[in-house]
């Protein structure tokens, strides 16, 4: 099982936050990359994605990802 996080006041939604650790991309995408918005391998982001639903026991074309900005805006 790959190491990630829950928040204890979500405990009703199957989520997970996760880090880099344990995944299929390599070089500067290494190594759990989910963004389909980088030039990372698409076949190695789908296997990470997959590695994500595993551990949450869930069907990876049932998960949801955000996409993460850099700024000081929050919505």
Do not use: C, W
């Not at 994500?52 to 026991?57: F, T």
Request: proline content about 1%; hydrophobic content about 35%.
């Amino acid at each position: 099982m790959k190491k990630f996080f829950k928040a204890h006041n979500l405990r009703r939604v199957n989520h997970g936050f996760f880090g880099r650790v344990g995944g299929s991309s390599k070089g500067i995408y290494s190594s759990l990359n989910i963004s389909f918005n980088s030039d990372d391998d698409p076949q190695n982001i789908v296997k990470n994605r997959v590695i994500i639903s595993d551990n949450l026991g869930l069907n990876s074309e049932k998960l949801f990802f955000l996409n993460q900005q850099h700024t000081n805006k929050v919505i």
